[in-house]
């Protein structure tokens, strides 16, 4: 044995998933799910391009309706979201003039190759089903058509009339699967966010928290259940934990669930709080962070106030010390749970029911070919 | 199948090279050929150390000749590029001193170990055979001694009495190839340089052109020859394009034509402009890009105005259109070739005819030795 | 045989370390030796993390003592750097509050999972040893407890009451062995140092020097032994060599010695010189550099003020070009070794004598879990 290998042995072992396959390979997220993309009024008529669950997909608006292409133009590779626009519900590679049909990503011409090449309609580029809700553009990332409506992916605050939505996308690196774990995650809440939290403060924050088999599954979602609270207590050779200050005097319970694709909720008093963790590529994630604010035109507008005085701030702060955790956690140390991780089994097992793949999942590029060519007879 | 093998099926083949295989092996370019290396004025006294078809290469002007070493000691592996002369003739490795003669590349002192070192004469470290012409420093980089002469591999417009050479040397993240193909490439000239380019601001730029075969071969050269120029046509379901304006009157007519080991001329009415797309590594090459205008000296120097004044930067903004796309170009993207790709296929076919190697062509450690020992006999 | 191929051949096999096959594993250093860490004065209570031998390592001091972690938390690999104290005697992971003995590394307490969490006693970080000496923290990379004393491990001067200690450690990017190579190497003295050294200025430098061996064996060291040293000489057909001027009229002897695991010894008129080469991983190092001066309290304060005058800077300029060296010396070369690496030879030899590894030598984690799981029965 050299010294690498036992220093790799020394190491010990990875993290081990193999009890959870699906999860396990879902390094860069589920597909056939609809994603969030970006807020509405962000997707112009210039072309945005994101990398999401490692597809480069290029973004554009046009007649008020959003389209998205892979951001590869067949021909040579170039991404189509340097492109340009030289005939209205298409889009031209900005190398050779490749243009493509917006809604059906069909080559409708190759303008280099003048009127009769004869390329044209026998090569497609991957679009991808969009829709708008909430003020946001979701985009189905799936390896053929939409399985489900896009409601059946949003929570449904998002589609209530009566919703403020308000927030903040960011991108942060590491693998999406452990900022999700973070964000279900129960022990941590109580020693993370004990100390340097500004939005904790006042809380009179347990010591530790006993749930029910680490969640409940509630329709999509699989959710926290608190069996005992402990405030604190004496631990045996070292002493009594926490210390509870004369200061700590809220008490401010929430109620966190998690479903597929990999979106938290965390219902307070005051609004709910939702986030989504979107693989980018295997080492990076967006992370999308909403407050929704449902009851009258008045409500709405004070949560709004309220956001953006402070709320957004203290929420900021607060998610920076998990982000702090999420940047140290490396996916190869390996792991060692105890019983609040219980929670994040039962998300993980949750994963194991993600969508299957429909027959259409094969290739893209292949499906490519075979839509085009189907097209042609 | 899981996610990753799932995500690289989906992205499509890679660009299928494999009907040009030693095209698709020539990731270093093609050895055997004499290529242009720097101006002769910008080697000097001081060694200048560049990487060339991935060896370490040190240049060096002595009396007058430029003399070419592999840049790494055999002894230690240190550049002899940072060494320094102690005898006329001869350079020292910086860090023990052994010594080699800068014809041969025999190791005539080990400095440290004495004069009566038993090591001289044993060790060889590679040279390379170099040339002067047209302002030009050239090296030969093959296996073994050259197997032309210089002037077999530079167009005679280098080598003629009455050549203004004119130009700049870059260099470009991409492989040689990418570069190579799109310098010849027909397809993208009247799409990518159609907008944004001021050098062709006032051109008639034609829609499309049809060549005959992409490319006759004309002894070293594949040149193109236009068969059909289309000015403008009707797509159908789009419309007509391009939009030719009133101030689209100029007509510039250009010949392409390109050669082994990677060099690009155009001959336009008045000058000829050459380019070399020559490998440094795998990931990225030397871009020399030079005008040549013969005539008298009059003319000679007033073209050497025009350069400075106008023909230089627009060329720049030109090229750096190419280069924006070579940078974007991904080599893992699959390909789909259409009909103006005939040049790109001239071209690759041509490749297949580059110069074989010769006996010599063995690892150049092993030759050293080789070498070094029958000296010894 | 495609490009690539030849090229990897042309560039000649690698530096081959096959007979001295320890020492070709050693790209992490050795274990079972006691190395150093850092001035005891820059330990304290707040964590200091650092890699050594391609462990990272936490160190830190409570109550006089200085304690040293494995700098992972079992639970779901924070670096337990970033922790915090919640007990005397304890240290807390930051993101669950997993609370671990310093002396032991046993987890005492997983305080998010109240007293009753029945992981207490179950899992073990590791701990490593650690002394003080000489004004030092020294600790013992093994993969069990230490199987010699400290003091075994160095040298006597600095365990003397009558010595100052002075010097600086700096961090350095290359494997360790071609800094400790380059330190007990003779051939480069005379050239390297001989050109830009302040230092040297007014050494009467010799060309070359002759050793017996490459060095004897005296206790734990390899100690070098002039046979003859050349002032100059006539080299045929260049030349004499080096030229001696009227202001080299000092003489400098220094007595060169190296030890495992990579310290060395340079025994000069006024004070010994120490120099230590820690692998932190494969790619970069530690290097310490000690001068060591021992005598009455005048005679060390004397030289403690010699140190920072002038002694340290000199030293740091003529230290920076055997890193130049170092740097810029590839692990990829091949090696062509000549008479003067002997001394070279010498030093790889004993490597193969390295401490070996005890039973305890398995898997950390693996023992981690042995030791918790023993300790339960």
């Not at 979701?138 to 919703?163: C, H, N, S, Y």
Request: aromatic share 12%.
């Amino acid at each position: 044995m050299n010294d690498t290998a036992r220093r790799q042995a020394r190491q010990g072992a990875q993290r081990d998933l193999h009890i959870w396959p699906r999860y396990e390979a879902a390094a860069l997220g589920f597909r056939n799910y609809w994603y969030p993309v970006n807020w509405s009024r962000r997707i112009g008529a210039r072309p945005v391009a994101m990398r999401l669950l490692g597809d480069p997909v290029m973004f554009r608006r046009e007649n008020g309706r959003v389209h998205a292409f892979y951001d590869q133009c067949p021909h040579r590779g170039i991404p189509l979201s340097v492109g340009r626009q030289e005939f209205p519900g298409t889009w031209s590679c900005r190398y050779h003039g490749w243009t493509y049909d917006c809604e059906t990503g069909v080559l409708r011409a190759a303008l280099t190759d003048g009127p009769d090449s004869p390329i044209c309609g026998k090569v497609r580029v991957r679009t991808y089903p969009v829709e708008e809700r909430g003020g946001l553009v979701w985009v189905w990332m799936g390896d053929g058509p939409p399985t489900v409506p896009v409601e059946a992916d949003i929570p449904e605050d998002f589609l209530a009339a009566d919703a403020m939505i308000v927030g903040r996308i960011t991108v942060r690196h590491s693998n999406w699967r452990l900022a999700a774990e973070n964000g279900y995650d129960e022990g941590h809440v109580t020693f993370l966010h004990r100390y340097g939290a500004l939005w904790t403060t006042f809380d009179r924050m347990p010591g530790w928290i006993r749930t029910r088999g680490g969640g409940d599954e509630q329709g999509d979602w699989v959710r926290r259940v608190n069996n005992e609270v402990g405030l604190a207590g004496d631990y045996a050779g070292l002493g009594r934990w926490p210390r509870q200050h004369f200061w700590h005097f809220k008490r401010s319970p929430a109620r966190v669930a998690i479903r597929l694709p990999g979106a938290l909720q965390v219902r307070m008093a005051a609004y709910t709080y939702y986030a989504w963790y979107e693989a980018i590529d295997a080492e990076s994630y967006r992370y999308f962070q909403f407050m929704v604010k449902r009851g009258n035109a008045l409500r709405r507008r004070g949560f709004q106030l309220a956001y953006w005085l402070h709320r957004r701030w203290l929420n900021v702060q607060f998610t920076n010390q998990d982000g702090w955790m999420i940047r140290l956690m490396p996916m190869t140390a390996p792991e060692r749970l105890y019983r609040p991780d219980a929670s994040i089994i039962a998300w993980r097992r949750l994963c194991e029911h993600a969508r299957g793949e429909g027959p259409a999942e094969a290739d893209a590029a292949a499906g490519t070919e075979r839509e085009a060519s189907e097209q042609r007879r």
